[in-house]
């Protein structure tokens, strides 16, 4: 079958619960960029060792080996706006019980791994939720756009606004971004909370259905789509190497360029100001080729920019790769993101994402952990060169896939989709 390109520049309309469910979503990111931010340095402070280091960014992916395809088949099965404000509930009182640690000083690394842990292990049902909640909100023919706008909210609160105030929070104590964070999370349920949507019809579940069965149909389900099954292996790939890079960028920042505290912070504001521009192109670049090839278009330019982050020894070089990366990466997400949820039925939403996730973020704790030892034995400068070889045989792997672009998920039955032949 031919495939059938989507309308991919339609706005989404502001009412009817997007805008709120936008409010909470960029509320939230502002308070997890603070803490995504400290918790590096404040890891330096406790350790050395580049391996422990990057443990901690581990940490914080290894649930979605765990729990993912749960939480996609839990999300299929409840309202998932109930289960997105008492997530965002739980995860804010324990950030705020980690805050009264830190602020006490008995911050450690134990305790930050049990924290990522914790607060991962519940992102796995907030975000399959969240993913499956959106076709409720707006048409699918403005989902790209819907995705788009999402993204690019929580980049402006969490990098632009957020990451360069993490420093001056530090000054005033190693538990003010923790504490801050704890508020964005409790902020963010009462407006998901506030959301006043009728919970999508459900078809009755076949008698002796249960978990472990929904999650089968969501892997078959991925696997059998060659478009989403290519994607996934390439974001995979992709996850491995940024797993690499992040987990030891801030020892790449401060001991191998001596930029100090201030150069990690300008690195993740120049990723962020680079994904707020990539979030306005990201729709643009599907509607010139397609949003698999809108991904061959990001991959690549990714691949030269963690190639000049590995090689050139200035904090400049580094500012217009990061901002180079932050880009692709929000056109990357954006049309991944917006292939898959137009590709699934609409019942089967929270169960394919969670597949996606799962299969694609196991890469992230690998990539963490060969990255702290990439440092360890190439020097620090090895995890963005071995991010950028992962990058260069991920856009390769997604080259077949290129012919078959955006089918359309019919808009009066979401039980049917029209593939592309792949």
């Known amino acids: 079958m031919a495939a059938v390109e989507t309308a991919v520049g339609r706005a989404p309309a502001w009412r009817g619960g997007f805008g709120r469910l936008w409010t909470a979503a960029v509320v939230s990111r502002f308070g997890d960029a603070l803490r995504t931010a400290a918790l590096p340095l404040l890891a330096v402070h406790l350790t050395a060792d580049p391996l422990v280091i990057a443990?901690?960014?581990?940490?914080?992916?290894?649930?979605?080996?765990?729990?993912?395809?749960?939480?996609?088949?839990?999300?299929?099965?409840?309202?998932?706006?109930?289960?997105?404000?008492?997530?965002?509930?739980?995860?804010g009182l324990l950030v705020a019980g980690f805050a009264l640690a830190a602020g006490l000083g008995h911050a450690s690394i134990p305790l930050l791994l049990a924290l990522a842990f914790a607060l991962t292990t519940l992102q796995t049902l907030f975000d399959n939720a969240s993913t499956a909640l959106l076709p409720s909100l707006v048409d699918r023919e403005a989902l790209g756009g819907a995705n788009a706008r999402l993204m690019t909210g929580q980049q402006i609160a969490g990098g632009l606004l957020a990451a360069p105030l993490v420093p001056v929070l530090l000054l005033a104590g190693a538990a003010m971004p923790f504490a801050a964070d704890a508020g964005t999370y409790l902020a963010a349920a009462a407006l998901v909370a506030s959301l006043r949507i009728r919970p999508p019809e459900r078809e009755p579940r076949p008698a002796g259905s249960t978990l472990r069965t929904e999650m089968g149909q969501g892997l078959r389900a991925l696997w059998g789509d060659g478009a989403l099954r290519a994607t996934c292996g390439a974001t995979l790939l992709c996850n491995i190497g940024m797993g690499a890079l992040i987990a030891t960028l801030v020892l790449h920042v401060t001991r191998w360029l001596h930029a100090g505290n201030a150069g990690y912070a300008a690195a993740m504001t120049a990723y962020s100001a680079g994904s707020i521009a990539g979030g306005f192109v990201a729709q643009r670049i599907a509607r010139r080729t397609g949003r698999v090839r809108a991904l061959l278009v990001a991959g690549g330019v990714q691949t030269s920019a963690l190639l000049v982050i590995g090689c050139v020894r200035q904090l400049a070089a580094l500012l217009v790769g990061m901002l180079l990366l932050g880009a692709m990466n929000m056109v990357w997400n954006v049309?991944?993101?917006?292939?898959?949820?137009?590709?699934?039925?609409?019942?089967?939403?929270?169960?394919?994402?969670?597949?996606?996730?799962?299969?694609?973020?196991?890469?992230?704790?690998?990539?963490?952990?060969?990255?702290?030892?990439?440092?360890?034995?190439?020097?620090?400068?090895?995890?963005?060169?071995?991010?950028?070889?992962?990058?260069?045989?991920?856009?390769?792997?997604?080259?077949?896939?290129?012919?078959?672009?955006?089918?359309?998920?019919?808009?009066?039955?979401?039980?049917?989709?029209?593939?592309?032949?792949?």
């Open 55 to 91: 443990s901690v960014t581990a940490c914080g992916y290894v649930p979605w080996l765990l729990f993912g395809l749960l939480g996609g088949a839990v999300a299929d099965r409840t309202d998932q706006r109930r289960a997105m404000w008492a997530v965002d509930t739980v995860r």
């Open 335 to 422: 049309n991944q993101v917006t292939l898959m949820q137009q590709r699934s039925p609409g019942a089967m939403v929270g169960r394919i994402a969670s597949a996606f996730r799962t299969a694609s973020t196991s890469g992230a704790p690998l990539g963490a952990v060969l990255g702290g030892a990439a440092a360890r034995v190439w020097g620090l400068n090895g995890p963005a060169l071995l991010a950028a070889v992962l990058f260069g045989v991920a856009v390769t792997s997604l080259i077949p896939a290129r012919k078959a672009d955006v089918p359309v998920v019919a808009r009066e039955d979401d039980s049917a989709t029209a593939r592309a032949a792949c």
